[in-house]
Each structure stands twice: as C-alpha cells, then as structure tokens.
C-alpha cells in the first residue's frame, strides 16, 4: 500500500525567512513517482514538479528546491527567501507506473508568509 | 495554452437533484481524471480515462455518481440523486501518455466547488 506522511499542519513564517516542507513516503514497488503541488487560497492545485524513483537529483526552480532521499523515503521541498504570494496549502504526492493516475496524496501542509 | 477548464465553478443544490459537472482536457492530453476534495478524506480519485475509455472507477463512491467522456475534448460526472455528503471540490485532471510509456505529470483545473443542501 502506498502512504504519503507531512507531518507538518501549518508552517508560518516572517517574509523572506526560507521554509521547509518535509514529505515521507511508502511504497513497495521500485518504481514510482513523487510529485509536489500548490493549492493557493484561490483553489487550484498547480504542478510544481515531478520526480522518478531513478533520479535521486535534487533540482533548484527559482526559490523553490527539492531534496530526494530514497534512504529515507523522503521528498522535501524548500521556499527560499518566502514571499507572501508563497502563502498557500502545498501537497507532496506518490504514484506508481501501474497505478497511473492514482495520485497518493499527502495531508498537506498550509504554509503562511506575513510581511 | 489553455489548461484543463470546469465548469461550473461554484454549484449549490438541494438534495435529490441531479448534479452534472463538466470538464474539457488541455488538447492533446489523452487521460482524463476526476478528483474529489474534502476535509475529512482530502484528495482521491473517483475515476481515469484513457483514451475516453474508463480505466479505474474504483474510487466512485456510489452508484448514484457517473462519468462518461464521449470525446477527446469534454468529459462529465453526474450525480443523481446528490446528497449533502456529496459537497466537496470537484477536480479534473489531464495528462499525456507517450508512446513509449512515458506520461506528463496531472495537470488540475480550477475545481468545482459542490454544496448539497
């Protein structure tokens, strides 16, 4: 079975301080995919990015970093520098090749940015 | 480009009636997918097409819910009769499945948001 875990609830932070998501995930098959999305106050879930259970790279995109760690099942995400447009629910999610489509959502973590 | 679009955006409805929810693909996607929303079991698929075929519609939760995706660029899902517990956001997904096995990450709509009252 596959479960995705973030711990975290809320995470509230001053402008420009840099937040850490942590995301924690199980799964039994070799090959998946970890994927991270933003839910801002207005509803949408936009894609973030997507990794494959082969590329244990951690990729930078502007402000946002992401630290892949097979060993520990973990797939953390870091805002660098927060903003207030940063403020928003973000969800880490699994998926595995024969399950495509079937996004394992985490609970999510609400992130608040005040100036 | 535009991305996946619902409709409508905001429903509400008394219980019993019938709910229809629309949702057009980004073009040249070929899966399809609907999400449902809540608090208390946040995000799970209800059900996937893949070449306007219904692949898993294990996650529907009842008969009373239906989707059909009669072509590449327009899918629904139905419920009749809606209840309260129905209320949640709506998504629908779309995505491209490559030739050689590789697919395009979900890419969500803005989400319909039900209340059944």
């Known amino acids: 079975a596959q479960k995705v875990t973030q711990a975290q609830t809320e995470i509230s932070v001053v402008e420009k301080e840099d937040v850490t998501l942590d995301c924690v995930y199980e799964?039994?098959?070799?090959?998946?995919?970890l994927f991270w999305y933003k839910q801002p106050p207005s509803g949408e879930l936009v894609f973030l990015i997507r990794?494959?259970?082969?590329?244990?790279q951690n990729e930078i995109s502007g402000r946002y970093s992401w630290n892949f760690q097979k060993s520990t099942s973990s797939f953390n995400f870091t805002i660098t520098a927060s903003q207030v447009v940063d403020s928003a629910v973000y969800f880490c999610?699994?998926?595995?090749?024969?399950?495509?489509?079937?996004?394992?959502f985490g609970a999510g973590t609400q992130v608040v940015v005040t100036p | 480009d535009a991305g996946v679009i619902q409709s409508p955006r905001h429903e509400v409805t008394e219980m019993g009636q019938e709910v229809t929810l629309r949702c057009k693909p980004i073009?040249?996607?070929?899966?399809l997918f609907w999400y449902r929303q809540t608090m208390m079991r946040g995000l799970e698929l209800l059900i996937y097409?893949?070449?306007?075929?219904?692949?898993?519609d294990s996650g529907m939760p009842e008969d009373r819910f239906s989707a059909k995706m009669p072509n590449a660029s327009f899918s629904t899902l139905k419920i009749q009769p809606s209840e309260p517990r129905d209320s949640a956001v709506y998504f629908c997904?779309?995505?491209?499945?490559?030739?050689?096995?590789?697919?395009?990450?979900?890419?969500f709509g803005n989400g319909t948001r039900l209340t059944v009252t």
């Open positions: 097409f893949n070449n306007n075929v219904p692949i898993d």
């Open positions: 799964t039994r098959d070799t090959t998946y995919y």
């Open positions: 999610a699994l998926m595995t090749t024969d399950s495509w489509g079937k996004l394992q």
């Open positions: 997904a779309s995505s491209l499945a490559g030739a050689g096995g590789g697919k395009s990450p979900l890419h």
């Open positions: 073009s040249g996607h070929n899966s």
């Open positions: 990794r494959n259970s082969f590329d244990e």
